[in-house]
């Protein structure tokens, strides 16, 4: 993957082009980078076009400036397709990575071929009634982080991965995560239920892992049954299920897109 940097953007982003075919953009979740998605770049390579993004605050996405925002995500990403000539690509989002990819297909909807979203949630329908237990869980994380990035990182891995590899490599990106990127987290409530919800002119598959908490397997069990699209529960995975199941992950993404 060739690494790049967005004129008049903090965005760091990566690309390998080799396979001259559609296009698949990967989003991280909150508190690591792309390099989550390692295992599915290894796995895509000269079948797919591949684009990764480090969120605002994460990665190499660092050098802010006043005025950016966590809610011009979208439009970086929409000018990254028109510096590389990307017209129409397939999107994957773990965890915060999901909220995005909706993001930007809610703006940008005739450049979406698909959206893959595990771990995630309809940002178009959001409940924050159901979202309380989880709320609270990443309110207590928080507090942990602002006294140590060490002491959040051990205890977030827990959290964000099941299988002990998995866990490890969270662990290494989580610690280089910066205190002073949570508050760019904040607005992340400013692209929650803004657009109305309406019928998907793309396909859709939502998933997490089986080891997800309650709470997620509930919204993603639910928000199958509403948009009647495809779902996954992968077995042995936790939330960040590309990272502790990337084979079985791989294999579903490559059916769901052929």
Avoid at 55 to 62: A, C, F, Q, R, V
Wanted: glycine share 6%; with cysteine; proline share 2%.
């Amino acid at each position: 993957m060739k690494e790049f940097y967005l004129e008049q953007s903090p965005i760091a982003y990566y690309i390998d082009d080799s396979a001259k075919k559609e296009w698949i953009v990967f989003i991280h979740a909150a508190f690591v980078d792309h390099r989550m998605f390692e295992k599915q770049f290894e796995f895509f390579k000269g079948k797919y076009n591949l684009l990764a993004v480090d969120i605002l605050g994460h990665g190499k996405s660092i050098k802010i400036k006043k005025g950016d925002s966590i809610e011009n995500m979208s439009d970086w990403i929409n000018q990254i397709f028109e510096k590389h000539n990307i017209t129409k690509a397939h999107f994957v989002g773990v965890s915060l990575g999901a909220v995005f990819i909706q993001d930007f297909a809610n703006k940008y909807e005739s450049k979406v071929l698909s959206l893959t979203c595990f771990g995630g949630y309809d940002i178009n329908d959001f409940d924050a009634e159901k979202q309380k237990g989880n709320s609270k869980q990443q309110m207590k994380m928080i507090f942990k982080a602002m006294f140590s990035v060490k002491w959040f990182a051990k205890a977030n891995k827990k959290i964000s991965a099941f299988t002990p590899n998995a866990q490890e490599e969270f662990y290494k990106m989580n610690i280089q995560f910066k205190k002073k990127s949570f508050m760019y987290l904040a607005k992340l409530q400013n692209i929650i239920n803004k657009f109305p919800k309406k019928k998907r002119e793309y396909k859709l598959l939502v998933g997490c892992g089986e080891h997800d908490i309650p709470a997620e397997i509930e919204i993603v069990n639910e928000w199958a049954e509403k948009e009647k699209c495809e779902k996954v529960i992968l077995q042995g995975a936790g939330h960040c299920a590309n990272m502790d199941k990337p084979n079985e992950f791989n294999d579903c993404l490559a059916n769901f897109l052929k």
